[in-house]
């Protein structure tokens, strides 16, 4: 049974004998840790959307074979999973149900949120907030042409790291775009001009010429790393500065 991040908070300060608390202060008590993950069974990747836009998606390799994913000629990567019942062999991570940002050990999902914009010829993962003019860069790539069953795998900036969200101990449907590095310290880098961008050239993906899948919109039940693997979570949506939602 799937519970939701307030139930979670609840249970735990309901044992600890406070009263119940809005889920963000709850996840800035520090809720939730994170664990290391294999960066070999992930691909990073966005997806095209429409003429211009880009949307960033996670897929995991949870078994050997088939491989969710695959290096295309033309350095693309080709989506393989869309061709085969994926449960148990593919996790795909579609949106801010399935991924977040953690900085210094916090979760910063409630107030930043990820996305791919084009830069030029190159594609950047960038983390915004409202609360911040600062853009920081999580990773990049350059894109060899645009093509709309064509996604361009995304490699990570030095710091920046995919991790599991963890819940006393057990591994949730979630990851982490994590960094060491305090917010300030983030923030003050690209606020200065230092954005965290990789020199020109396009850098292959971990696993990707090897192993390596997006996803139709069939099978929803997989959603965000519905494998059995993991304890599936309804997450707390990005929120604006005065409180709306994304």
Same mark, same amino acid.
């Given at each position: 049974?799937?519970? /939701?991040?307030?139930? &979670?908070?609840?249970?735990?300060?309901?044992?600890? !004998?406070?009263?119940?608390?809005?889920?963000?202060?709850?996840? #800035?008590? !520090?809720?939730? $840790?994170?664990?290391?993950?294999?960066?070999?069974?992930?691909?990073?990747?966005? *997806?095209?959307?429409?003429?211009?836009?880009?949307?960033?998606?996670?897929?995991? $390799?949870?078994?050997?074979?088939?491989?969710?994913?695959?290096?295309?000629?033309?350095?693309?990567?080709?989506?393989?999973?869309?061709?085969?019942?994926? /449960?148990?062999?593919?996790?795909?991570?579609?949106?801010?149900?399935?991924?977040?940002?953690?900085?210094?050990?916090?979760?910063?999902?409630?107030?930043? *949120?990820? $996305?791919?914009?084009?830069?030029?010829?190159?594609?950047?993962?960038?983390?915004?907030?409202?609360?911040?003019?600062?853009?920081?860069?999580?990773?990049?790539?350059?894109?060899?042409?645009?093509?709309?069953?064509?996604?361009?795998?995304?490699?990570? +900036?030095?710091?920046?790291?995919?991790?599991? *969200?963890? =819940?006393? $101990?057990?591994?949730?449907?979630?990851? =982490?775009?994590?960094?060491?590095?305090?917010?300030?310290?983030?923030? #003050?880098?690209?606020?200065?001009? +230092?954005?965290?961008?990789?020199?020109?050239?396009?850098? +292959?993906?971990? !696993?990707?010429? /090897?192993?390596?899948?997006?996803?139709?919109?069939?099978?929803?039940?997989?959603?965000?790393?519905?494998? !059995?693997?993991?304890? #599936? &979570?309804?997450?707390?949506? =990005?929120?604006?500065?005065?409180?709306?939602?994304?």
């Amino acid at each position: 049974m799937q519970r /939701t991040y307030l139930a &979670l908070a609840g249970l735990a300060l309901a044992g600890a !004998g406070l009263p119940m608390v809005q889920p963000r202060l709850a996840m #800035a008590a !520090g809720l939730f $840790q994170s664990t290391e993950v294999d960066p070999q069974s992930f691909a990073v990747l966005a *997806r095209p959307v429409g003429d211009n836009d880009w949307t960033l998606l996670v897929l995991e $390799q949870l078994a050997a074979q088939p491989s969710c994913w695959q290096a295309r000629p033309d350095g693309l990567v080709d989506p393989t999973l869309n061709r085969f019942d994926f /449960t148990g062999i593919c996790n795909r991570y579609l949106d801010s149900n399935g991924y977040s940002l953690r900085v210094a050990d916090q979760d910063m999902g409630t107030t930043y *949120r990820l $996305q791919v914009q084009q830069v030029g010829s190159r594609l950047e993962l960038q983390a915004v907030s409202p609360r911040s003019s600062a853009v920081l860069v999580l990773g990049g790539a350059e894109v060899p042409l645009r093509d709309r069953d064509g996604f361009v795998a995304l490699t990570l +900036e030095p710091g920046w790291d995919l991790k599991r *969200r963890t =819940y006393e $101990q057990r591994s949730l449907s979630h990851l =982490y775009f994590a960094s060491p590095a305090p917010l300030e310290q983030l923030i #003050a880098r690209a606020g200065g001009g +230092e954005t965290f961008r990789r020199p020109p050239g396009r850098a +292959e993906l971990p !696993g990707i010429a /090897t192993t390596p899948p997006l996803l139709d919109q069939r099978n929803d039940s997989m959603g965000s790393g519905s494998s !059995g693997r993991a304890i #599936a &979570l309804q997450v707390i949506p =990005y929120t604006e500065a005065n409180g709306g939602g994304l």
